[in-house]
């Protein structure tokens, strides 16, 4: 049976900058992990791909030193993500504080700012696989929307599709949108995190009969 090989979970609430009202996310993370674990994980309950050229970087105080650093990944040698390319390291290093908050910065084609707010140290569940999302609230927006600003006047634009506004920007802006989208609706059971986070895979001594149910087509 599958049995976890850490015993703690940290536990962060993401917050997207910028959102009114907020958009956000709970999740709990093994105590090995990287930050490079945790900014895939971000990209995953945020439901965003995970591209090998974005860049991204964590604004942390390392509590040795007491000193801001910038931990992060520069894929192209972007000029505010230049010399932080140490993406190896654990946050167990950096997290000891409850309630500290650290700046997160994830670029790819759209440039988005996150707070991430330590909430706490959990006891992990030896049979949960990790990382978890416990909790949130609202849509994420479209990953190459253009960020916060474009993405409530996308939301302004459809909710206002009849009142005469541009029809032409209205149906740009609707092509970045599934038909049944709401902005309000979020569903953390949906989240689904990718290897690069962490996520080990399927163990093959998982109950015979979920096996089975696993390994039927779909009808």
Same mark, same amino acid.
């Not at 940290?10 to 990287?34: A, C, E, H, M």
């Not at 860049?55 to 801001?68: D, M, Q, R």
């Not at 192209?76 to 390291?89: C, D, K, L, Q, V």
């Not at 309000?184 to 059971?189: Q, V």
């Given at each position: 049976?599958?049995?976890?090989?850490?015993?703690?979970?940290?536990?962060?609430?993401?917050?997207?900058?910028?959102?009114?009202?907020?958009?956000?996310?709970?999740?709990?993370?093994?105590?090995?992990?990287?930050?490079?674990?945790?900014?895939?994980?971000?990209?995953?309950?945020?439901?965003?791909?995970?591209?090998?050229?974005?860049?991204?970087?964590?604004?942390?105080?390392?509590?040795?030193?007491?000193?801001? /650093?910038?931990?992060?990944?520069?894929?192209?040698?972007?000029?505010?993500?230049?010399?932080?390319? /140490?993406?190896?390291?654990?946050?167990?290093?950096?997290?000891?504080?409850?309630?500290?908050?650290?700046?997160?910065?994830?670029?790819? /084609?759209?440039?988005?700012?996150?707070?991430?707010?330590?909430?706490?140290?959990?006891?992990?569940?030896?049979?949960?696989?990790?990382?978890?999302?416990?909790?949130?609230?609202?849509?994420?927006?479209? /990953?190459?929307?253009?960020?916060?600003?474009?993405?409530?006047?996308?939301?302004?634009?459809?909710?206002?599709?009849?009142?005469?506004?541009?029809?032409?920007?209205?149906?740009?802006?609707?092509?970045?949108?599934?038909?049944?989208?709401?902005?309000?609706?979020?569903?953390?059971?949906?989240?689904?995190?990718?290897?690069?986070?962490?996520?080990?895979?399927?163990?093959?001594?998982?109950?015979?009969?979920?096996?089975?149910?696993?390994?039927?087509?779909?009808?």
């Amino acid at each position: 049976m599958f049995v976890n090989q850490f015993k703690r979970v940290y536990q962060f609430r993401i917050i997207l900058k910028g959102t009114k009202p907020p958009i956000w996310r709970r999740i709990q993370v093994p105590d090995n992990y990287s930050f490079e674990n945790l900014h895939v994980a971000i990209q995953n309950v945020m439901d965003w791909e995970v591209y090998a050229g974005s860049s991204y970087e964590f604004k942390v105080i390392n509590p040795t030193t007491g000193l801001k /650093e910038t931990i992060g990944c520069s894929c192209f040698g972007f000029s505010r993500f230049a010399g932080i390319n /140490e993406p190896a390291i654990r946050i167990a290093d950096y997290f000891s504080k409850r309630k500290a908050k650290v700046g997160y910065t994830s670029k790819h /084609e759209t440039r988005w700012i996150f707070t991430i707010e330590f909430e706490k140290v959990l006891s992990a569940d030896k049979f949960e696989i990790y990382p978890i999302c416990v909790k949130g609230k609202r849509a994420s927006p479209p /990953e190459d929307c253009g960020g916060v600003a474009k993405y409530q006047e996308m939301l302004e634009t459809i909710n206002e599709s009849n009142s005469g506004r541009d029809r032409k920007a209205l149906k740009r802006y609707q092509n970045f949108f599934e038909d049944d989208f709401d902005p309000e609706y979020f569903d953390p059971d949906n989240v689904f995190f990718t290897a690069g986070s962490g996520n080990p895979p399927l163990p093959d001594d998982l109950p015979d009969r979920l096996m089975k149910i696993l390994k039927e087509p779909f009808k």
